[in-house]
Structures are given as structure tokens and as C-alpha cells.
């Protein structure tokens, strides 16, 4: 796959892009709590435009803020 023309990373990339390592992307998965992603047979995908958006929505300006 040619993640340069795509819209989808896969958890590699996505782990390239964000800086989370790939075993929080797989636990995060498990617990439900990382980026949205979806399943095409046995490969997972994130979508560019939702884990942008994830990120962003998780945008603090102090330490002290709840998460």
C-alpha cells in the first residue's frame, strides 16, 4: 500500500505520525480508548482525517487540565 496517496495509515505509519508506539496503539485498541480506526479483514486502518482529529481533541494548554 502507497501510504503517500491513501487516507488510511496503517499502525506503523499511524505510529510514525503521532509518536505513540505501536504496542499503546494495539493496548489502546483493546481498551478502547486511542484514534478510531477500522478493520479490513485482518489489517487495521486509521483514517488520516479522524486521527488528526483525535489528536486535536486532546489539545491542553495546562497540566492541570482533566483529561
Do not use: H
Amino acid at each position: 500500500m502507497d501510504m503517500t496517496k491513501s487516507a488510511y495509515l496503517d499502525t506503523r505509519a499511524t505510529s510514525d505520525r503521532t509518536s505513540l508506539s505501536v504496542s499503546y496503539l494495539n493496548q489502546a485498541r483493546l481498551r478502547g480508548d486511542g484514534p478510531p480506526f477500522i478493520r479490513v479483514g485482518r489489517r487495521v486502518l486509521y483514517c488520516i482525517a479522524e486521527l488528526d482529529a483525535w489528536l486535536a481533541a486532546r489539545t491542553r494548554t495546562s497540566t492541570s487540565e482533566a483529561a
